[in-house]
Structures are given as C-alpha cells and as structure tokens.
C-alpha cells in the first residue's frame, strides 16, 4: 500500500521559516525513481504547483511566487521530500499537498499519480 506522509506544517508569523517533510512507503519503484512535487491549495482555490524535483538529475522548478523563498530536496536514502519555506507570507497559507508520478526505470515513463493527505500551514501574525 501507496503512503505519502507529510509532516511540518503549522502556524507561523509572516517572515518566519517551516520545514516541510513527505516520506514515502510502498513504491513498487525505488522512491529515488520518482519525480516527487508538492503542491497547495487556498480556502476557495484551485490546487497549485508550488515546486518539484526530478528524479533523474534532481532537477527543480517553482512557480514564480515562491522562488528565491522556498526550496525543494530530497533525501533517496530516506525515501522523503523536504521543503524549506522561508520569508513566509499570509499568501502561502494553505494546504500543501505531497505528490509522486510519474516513475522513470529503464528509459520508460510509467504513470503514477500518488498524493499525501495534506498538512495546514498558515501564515499569520
């Protein structure tokens, strides 16, 4: 069984820092085979991308409103996906969401479409 656990949300002043983690059980791929994202959904917004990561190269992509405040990790070894969130703002208060899919092995994509239950974090002074 599929099992993407975040963790490290909560509620934080603007300008402070949270750590969010996702650790992953249950790939019937290596969990280093993965691109892993983390995306956040607001109170009456559709779910965004916020950052992801590659599996091959560990390359990263982040919408424009968190770049140069958040970063985006990995840690194969210990099958979790970190990311850093500083310089808050009330604006990234919402849920954010751990997301595995799509699996690369052997050349070929394989279709994965695995998401965690979410973790609050908000922004408020």
């Known amino acids: 069984q599929v099992q993407l656990v975040e963790s490290g949300g909560g509620l934080v002043q603007p300008g402070g820092s949270l750590r969010l983690s996702c650790t992953a059980s249950g790939f019937e791929y290596l969990f280093a085979n993965f691109d892993m994202s983390w995306y956040r959904q607001a109170p009456g917004k559709e779910r965004e991308l916020v950052a992801d990561i590659w599996s091959v190269g560990g390359r990263t992509m982040y919408t424009d409103s968190v770049k140069g405040r958040f970063s985006i990790s990995r840690d194969n070894a210990k099958n979790t996906m970190y990311l850093q969130m500083d310089s808050l703002k009330p604006e990234d208060t919402a849920v954010y969401y751990c997301?595995?899919?799509?699996?690369?092995?052997?050349?070929?994509?394989?279709?994965?479409?695995?998401w965690g239950q979410g973790t609050q974090v908000t922004v408020s002074s």
């Open positions: 997301h595995a899919g799509p699996a690369y092995s052997q050349g070929r994509e394989i279709r994965y479409d695995y």
